[in-house]
């Protein structure tokens, strides 16, 4: 038998003895397999049904056990299920009465490793339980190695997706940051891109956009006057009433900043808003003069945040109007500036909703700038130490 288990390893490292755990209503089998296998050097118990067993396994962990078939009350059958959902690591050999052909092929479909007729040879015996060791100790290598593998993919997968989601803040940063040297170009709109992002999604999350069609949407809003990157310092930033040459070449926004970014893979959804921002919903706008439904959601929603924010934003020329009176004029406009269903989200927001998101926005942004003044306070301090 050692022989036969012998392989490097186990040579090298004297293993412990293995347990076999022998199942028998008769003592008088149950006390000869036992002497038997103790002989062969097998840890041997015994137990006399199969809610014996139970217990014994409970207490202590059993590798194999081998079981008569027929025993008064619960049977071989039913302990062999038993094993199978509680101790499913446990292998299981069955011994059968001679004759019993069908029952043994049962055995095997339920989950047995083998069976042996009654009174099973001595042979027999130990090269079935060297069988069955074997496969367990093959199938257990099996299992960890799965194990191993299975929390490999998941902290790949979890390292994946922290690296994405690094990838994602430092796009959006540097979307920010373009943006930010855009409002800076324009002193007069200051912050103005990034409020009407938040009154755009406010709006697509009433309309029940979610998930990635909010973010391309607010990605949109973020880079709509992009384009005014290539329109001249002498036309942007003219105080007064523009030419109609002038005209000519402000309309000429949406156009280039649709250039700038659709060969981007991840601003495609985006440069669509970007291209139809200046679009009305009865077709009066531009560059395309696009009507209802041929307008990007997007655009459309970004339409009503985009009045919105102008109206009730300070210029240097004028103050802004209060949040009531551009709510009642957006609605005014509804079906001819605007699509009806996006006005219709946008009231249901309500002026509290509206108002709250702007407080939050200039909140967020002094908190912002009293960490960046503390932060240089104690930059000075530290140079100067
Ligand atoms: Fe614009």
């Given at each position: 038998?050692?022989?036969?288990m012998?392989?490097?390893?186990?040579?090298?490292v004297?293993?412990?003895?293995?347990?076999?755990?022998?199942?028998?209503?008769?003592?008088?089998?149950?006390?000869?397999?036992?002497?038997?296998?103790?002989?062969?050097?097998?840890?041997?118990?015994?137990?006399?049904?199969?809610?014996?067993?139970?217990?014994?396994?409970?207490?202590?962990?059993?590798?194999?056990?081998?079981?008569?078939?027929?025993?008064?009350?619960k049977?071989?059958?039913?302990?062999?299920?038993?094993?199978?959902?509680?101790?499913p690591?446990?292998?299981?050999?069955?011994?059968?009465?001679?004759?019993?052909?069908?029952?043994?092929?049962?055995c095997?479909?339920?989950?047995?490793?083998?069976?042996?007729?009654?009174?099973?040879?001595?042979?027999?015996?130990?090269?079935?339980?060297?069988?069955?060791?074997?496969?367990?100790?093959?199938?257990?290598?099996?299992k960890?190695?799965?194990?191993?593998?299975?929390?490999?993919?998941?902290?790949?997968?979890?390292?994946?997706?922290?690296?994405?989601?690094?990838?994602?803040?430092?796009?959006?940063?540097?979307?920010?940051?373009?943006v930010?040297?855009?409002?800076?170009?324009?002193?007069?709109?200051?912050?103005?891109?990034?409020?009407?992002?938040?009154?755009?999604?406010?709006?697509?999350?009433?309309?029940?956009?979610?998930?990635?069609e909010?973010?391309?949407?607010?990605?949109?809003?973020?880079?709509?006057?992009?384009?005014?990157?290539?329109?001249?310092?002498?036309?942007l930033?003219?105080?007064?009433?523009?030419?109609?040459?002038?005209?000519?070449?402000?309309?000429?926004?949406?156009?280039?900043?649709?250039?700038?970014?659709?060969?981007?893979?991840?601003?495609?959804?985006?440069?669509?808003?970007?291209?139809?921002?200046?679009?009305?919903?009865?077709?009066?706008?531009?560059?395309?003069?696009?009507?209802?439904?041929?307008?990007?959601?997007?655009?459309?929603?970004?339409?009503?945040?985009?009045?919105?924010?102008?109206?009730?934003?300070?210029?240097p020329?004028?103050?802004?109007?209060?949040?009531?009176?551009?709510?009642?004029?957006?609605?005014?406009?509804?079906?001819?500036?605007f699509?009806?269903?996006?006005?219709?989200?946008?009231?249901?927001?309500?002026?509290?909703?509206?108002?709250?998101?702007?407080?939050?926005?200039?909140?967020?942004?002094?908190?912002?700038?009293?960490?960046?003044?503390?932060?240089?306070?104690?930059?000075?301090?530290?140079?100067?130490?």
């Amino acid at each position: 038998m050692l022989a036969e288990m012998s392989t490097t390893e186990e040579t090298a490292v004297a293993a412990p003895p293995s347990r076999v755990l022998v199942v028998d209503d008769d003592e008088s089998v149950r006390d000869v397999i036992s002497v038997l296998l103790k002989e062969e050097g097998y840890d041997c118990v015994v137990a006399a049904g199969p809610e014996a067993a139970l217990e014994l396994a409970t207490a202590e962990e059993i590798p194999l056990v081998i079981s008569d078939m027929k025993m008064p009350g619960k049977d071989g059958l039913w302990l062999l299920e038993a094993f199978r959902d509680r101790f499913p690591d446990t292998s299981v050999i069955m011994l059968t009465g001679f004759g019993d052909t069908e029952a043994a092929v049962d055995c095997l479909r339920r989950g047995a490793v083998d069976y042996l007729l009654k009174p099973p040879k001595l042979t027999d015996l130990i090269r079935s339980i060297e069988r069955a060791l074997a496969k367990r100790r093959i199938e257990l290598a099996r299992k960890r190695y799965q194990k191993k593998l299975e929390r490999k993919v998941r902290d790949r997968t979890t390292e994946l997706r922290n690296a994405l989601k690094d990838i994602s803040l430092t796009y959006q940063n540097t979307l920010l940051a373009l943006v930010s040297a855009l409002d800076a170009r324009e002193h007069e709109t200051s912050d103005h891109s990034q409020r009407v992002v938040q009154y755009t999604t406010a709006i697509a999350h009433r309309l029940g956009i979610k998930g990635v069609e909010l973010d391309e949407i607010g990605r949109g809003a973020l880079l709509h006057d992009i384009g005014k990157i290539g329109v001249p310092d002498a036309v942007l930033l003219k105080p007064g009433q523009l030419t109609p040459e002038e005209w000519v070449e402000m309309r000429k926004h949406p156009d280039t900043g649709y250039q700038m970014i659709q060969p981007i893979a991840f601003l495609s959804i985006p440069a669509q808003i970007v291209l139809s921002h200046q679009e009305r919903f009865d077709g009066r706008g531009y560059p395309r003069r696009l009507k209802g439904d041929e307008i990007h959601i997007g655009a459309r929603i970004f339409a009503v945040a985009d009045t919105l924010d102008a109206m009730t934003s300070d210029r240097p020329y004028r103050k802004g109007t209060s949040f009531a009176n551009a709510i009642s004029e957006i609605e005014r406009c509804k079906g001819t500036q605007f699509d009806p269903e996006v006005v219709r989200a946008f009231l249901d927001i309500g002026e509290a909703g509206l108002v709250a998101i702007r407080q939050d926005m200039m909140a967020k942004k002094a908190e912002l700038q009293k960490a960046n003044a503390l932060n240089l306070v104690r930059d000075e301090v530290v140079d100067t130490a």
